[in-house]
């Protein structure tokens, strides 16, 4: 076998950690991109400037074109409706939930409080008790 002479990108990985590396690079695009939303927002305006495309190039009457327009906003709309439903729901939901775990960690610091001062009471007591200072002469 022949020895390979060093390219001049001697400093690059070659073989399987190339893959990771690339990997590892592809991951770091993705979190920079927001996780792939990026991409979603972009094919889904894609599909919709296309759909409109074909819709104004297609052979019909601007008045049938019109009808289609309103028809598709009118969906688009109802979904949109839909959803800002459901996210206000699970806003409130999540709102709900908060409280509560406030609450009951509010509750919790309380009890602890009221232990802790009930405890220093009692120490105080038997300190008071106990000095001879302070103890009741017969």
């Known amino acids: 076998m022949l020895a390979r002479k060093p390219s001049a990108r001697s400093n ?3 073989g399987p950690h190339k893959a990771v590396e690339k990997n ?3 991951k770091k695009t993705m979190e920079n991109n927001g996780g792939g939303y990026g991409f979603m927002s ?3 305006l894609g599909a ?3 759909a409109m495309a074909a819709l104004l190039l297609a052979p019909k009457s601007g008045r049938e074109v019109r009808a289609d327009l309103y028809a598709g906003g009118e ?3 109802e979904r949109a409706s839909g959803k800002a439903t459901d996210l206000i729901g699970r806003g409130e939901a999540a709102i709900e939930r908060a409280k509560e775990a406030a ?6 610091v309380k009890r602890g409080a009221s232990r ?7 120490a ?6 106990s000095s001879p200072s302070l103890s009741v002469r017969s």
């Open 75 to 77: 969906r688009l709309k």
């Open 24 to 26: 590892t690079k592809e």
């Open 48 to 50: 919709t400037l296309g």
């Open 116 to 122: 802790l001062l009930r405890k220093g009471e009692e």
């Open 42 to 44: 972009g094919l889904f």
């Open 103 to 108: 609450r009951e960690t509010a509750d919790g």
């Open 12 to 14: 690059t990985v070659s």
């Open 124 to 129: 105080m007591e038997g300190e008071v008790l």
